[in-house]
């Protein structure tokens, strides 16, 4: 069967988006600890930026530049851009307390990064006494 569908085709199933107001509900559920810190700016950026999974776990520190509207991100490389060339994709101050900017230096600050891999796993080898820290 694979092999009929491969020579006549079929239509793709396609997942269906995530909605803005969706995404503050899933966003209000989450909790105060520094997994959900970094699970919040995960699918704030990546709403806000319109970035593919592996977009966002291959960001760096370096990767982010703060301008005045908010932070323009480097992507390196992305599925669409096999070579490498790179692009710059902005993502804007947000207006309400959901602001992908706010949570991005948020998190910086509370895993204490400034070099290396954004999202990082967060595990028992992480520093400690990061895990009372305020959210905004």
Same mark, same amino acid.
């Given at each position: ?32 600890? #520094? ?20 977009? #966002? ?80």
């Amino acid at each position: 069967m694979r092999g009929i569908r491969r020579e006549r085709g079929s239509a793709q199933r396609q997942a269906k988006p995530l909605l803005r107001d969706d995404l503050f509900v899933v966003l209000a559920a989450t909790g105060d600890g #520094l997994k959900d810190i970094r699970d919040r700016v995960l699918l704030l950026v990546g709403f806000a930026g319109g970035f593919r999974r592996a977009e #966002l776990v291959a960001l760096d520190c370096a990767d982010v530049e703060r301008v005045r509207q908010g932070v323009v991100v480097t992507l390196r490389r992305s599925k669409t851009d096999q070579e490498g060339a790179g692009r710059k994709i902005g993502i804007p101050l947000g207006r309400s307390k959901w602001c992908p900017v706010s949570a991005l230096d948020h998190w910086l600050a509370a895993a204490e990064m400034d070099e290396g891999a954004v999202f990082r796993r967060v595990g028992p080898n992480f520093p400690q006494g990061l895990a009372g820290v305020d959210v905004p």
